[in-house]
């Protein structure tokens, strides 16, 4: 791989605002034509999986499927569903248990297997990917194509959007195959994730100072945790993977709670001040949220903060504010509050004089 410099970080997360404008609708209708009249309405159980970005994505997306589709989701990683997960399904009907396989470039091994391993045991599955005719669309009986235009090679930041803006517009026709949302409320939600140009755009401008000035203050830092809950638990994963592969630093995705019970009492020998971010929207962890920011205070953590605009409270418990300017359903909050964590990324694997995926290192 020839060196990839941290710039592409920074790249593709500017150009996420204009493609949820412009893709959106496209995606939309490759969801409503992956499926035929009323092969949706006996759906009662839905398995997410991936791996990496796509496992992080189903992390992200569970919430949607079960707040606007009323149905049990699991979000598994690919080893785990095709070594535990699969031979334990409720398959009550052809269509009852609904498996959707994620990968990008549509030929994740694990995923593949998945996918043919959720069909062996009857389940209706599909595939959510960039790549008409790759093995997943191939494995899969139905395929959402979500394409999108080709930046290069990167840790992946534009087509994270893009598989979960899939899985968000599959929860949202799901609810609307089962009468638990509307036509015209399905037309809306397809709305709510194009309008939220103006949400990310005024959101980089409001973060990336203080990106910079979080270099400054953590570019020492070994290792660092990033933690959430719900969908924000997929996003502090997703935001830990980007800061791992641009500049080589240790860090983590940690459900808030886990945080709580484990990692709060680690005292590196070298680092008792272990930087930590909460990630926090309006919702339904932002109470547990806002108690264990104040909490990695009180232990003399340095804790910096991604929550709404104007949410003063968790303003109060973190030395570093990334602000989200505007509403956001949580169930489409992974959309957005990873955005300014890849600017971070990219600055501190600059500040660190490194490139992504350790590309400036000698082959061996």
Same mark, same amino acid.
């Given at each position: 791989?020839?060196?990839?410099?941290?710039?592409?970080?920074?790249?593709?997360?500017?150009?996420?605002?204009?493609?949820?404008?412009?893709?959106?609708?496209?995606?939309?209708?490759?969801?409503?034509?992956?499926?035929?009249?009323?092969?949706?309405?006996?759906?009662?159980?839905?398995?997410?999986?991936?791996?990496?970005?796509?496992?992080?994505?189903?992390?992200?997306?569970?919430?949607?499927?079960?707040?606007?589709?009323?149905?049990?989701?699991?979000?598994?990683?690919?080893?785990?569903?095709?070594?535990?997960?699969?031979?334990?399904?409720?398959?009550?009907?052809?269509?009852?248990?609904?498996?959707?396989?994620?990968?990008?470039?549509?030929?994740?091994?694990?995923?593949?297997?998945?996918?043919?391993?959720?069909?062996?045991?009857?389940?209706?599955?599909?595939?959510?990917?960039?790549?008409?005719?790759?093995?997943?669309?191939?494995?899969?009986?139905?395929?959402?194509?979500?394409d999108i235009e080709d930046y290069g090679p990167s840790p992946g930041i534009r087509t994270y959007h893009a598989s979960l803006s899939?899985?968000?517009? #599959?929860?949202?026709?799901?609810?609307?195959?089962?009468?638990?949302?509307?036509?015209?409320?399905?037309?809306?939600?397809?709305?709510?994730?194009?309008?939220?140009?103006?949400?990310?755009?005024?959101?980089?401008?409001?973060?990336?100072?203080?990106?910079?000035?979080?270099?400054?203050?953590?570019?020492?830092?070994?290792?660092?945790?990033?933690?959430?809950?719900?969908?924000?638990?997929?996003?502090?994963?997703?935001?830990?993977?980007?800061?791992?592969?641009?500049?080589?630093?240790?860090?983590?995705?940690?459900? #808030?709670?886990?945080?709580?019970?484990?990692?709060?009492?680690?005292?590196?020998?070298?680092?008792?001040?272990?930087? #930590?971010?909460?990630?926090?929207?309006?919702?339904?962890?932002?109470?547990?949220?806002?108690? #264990?920011?104040?909490l990695g205070c009180r232990l003399g953590r340095r804790v910096a903060v991604a929550a709404a605009d104007g949410d003063e409270e968790?303003?109060?418990?973190?030395?570093?504010?990334?602000?989200?300017?505007?509403?956001?359903?949580?169930?489409?909050?992974?959309?957005?509050?990873?955005?300014?964590?890849?600017?971070?990324?990219?600055?501190?694997?600059?500040?660190?004089?490194?490139?992504?995926?350790?590309?400036?290192?000698?082959?061996?």
């Amino acid at each position: 791989m020839e060196p990839m410099s941290p710039d592409v970080l920074i790249r593709q997360a500017e150009s996420l605002p204009a493609l949820a404008r412009e893709a959106t609708s496209a995606f939309d209708e490759a969801v409503r034509s992956a499926f035929d009249p009323g092969e949706l309405v006996g759906v009662n159980r839905v398995y997410l999986t991936g791996d990496g970005d796509s496992y992080h994505a189903a992390e992200a997306a569970a919430l949607a499927f079960e707040e606007l589709a009323g149905v049990t989701c699991e979000p598994l990683s690919g080893q785990r569903f095709l070594d535990y997960g699969a031979d334990f399904m409720p398959i009550y009907s052809p269509t009852s248990t609904l498996v959707v396989g994620i990968s990008a470039s549509g030929r994740t091994e694990r995923g593949v297997q998945a996918l043919e391993r959720a069909r062996e045991r009857g389940a209706l599955t599909a595939a959510v990917t960039g790549k008409a005719g790759s093995a997943f669309t191939q494995t899969a009986q139905r395929s959402i194509i979500v394409d999108i235009e080709d930046y290069g090679p990167s840790p992946g930041i534009r087509t994270y959007h893009a598989s979960l803006s899939g899985l968000l517009l #599959l929860a949202a026709r799901l609810g609307e195959a089962k009468k638990r949302v509307s036509e015209a409320d399905a037309a809306a939600l397809v709305a709510e994730i194009e309008n939220l140009e103006g949400v990310m755009t005024a959101t980089l401008e409001a973060g990336r100072a203080t990106a910079a000035e979080l270099v400054d203050a953590w570019k020492d830092a070994d290792r660092m945790i990033f933690a959430g809950s719900g969908p924000s638990y997929g996003t502090a994963m997703f935001a830990a993977a980007k800061v791992v592969e641009a500049s080589g630093v240790f860090a983590v995705g940690q459900d #808030l709670e886990e945080w709580s019970h484990v990692e709060r009492f680690a005292h590196p020998r070298d680092l008792p001040d272990m930087p #930590l971010v909460v990630i926090a929207p309006p919702g339904r962890s932002r109470w547990r949220a806002a108690s #264990l920011a104040e909490l990695g205070c009180r232990l003399g953590r340095r804790v910096a903060v991604a929550a709404a605009d104007g949410d003063e409270e968790m303003f109060a418990h973190a030395d570093f504010v990334f602000q989200v300017m505007g509403e956001v359903r949580e169930a489409f909050s992974p959309l957005v509050y990873h955005l300014i964590f890849n600017h971070f990324a990219s600055y501190l694997t600059t500040a660190l004089g490194r490139m992504c995926f350790r590309t400036d290192r000698p082959r061996r």
